[in-house]
């Protein structure tokens, strides 16, 4: 069997996760699941697949990358 790491931004992870909560902005007691009963959740596929997809930010627009880390066009 492979195995492989996959680094991820947390915030963009848990953002999508937060807002599939019922109670979103409201805190609840089942946002905040321990990591290894992560998968069995029923929010778990749509905060992987929305992380994957595109970095978003909580009110859903998508996120633009800091200037120092935005490729620049070179005029040379």
Not at 47 to 70: E, I, N, Q, V, W
């Amino acid at each position: 069997m492979e195995r492989y790491v996959v680094h991820i931004d947390v915030g963009t992870f848990h953002a999508p996760w937060l807002e599939a909560s019922a109670a979103f902005p409201r805190p609840d007691s089942q946002d905040c699941v321990p990591h290894r009963t992560m998968p069995f959740d029923r929010k778990f596929a749509a905060a992987c697949r929305r992380s994957r997809s595109a970095r978003f930010s909580r009110d859903g627009h998508k996120r633009r990358a800091p200037r120092h880390l935005t490729p620049r066009a070179s005029g040379h």
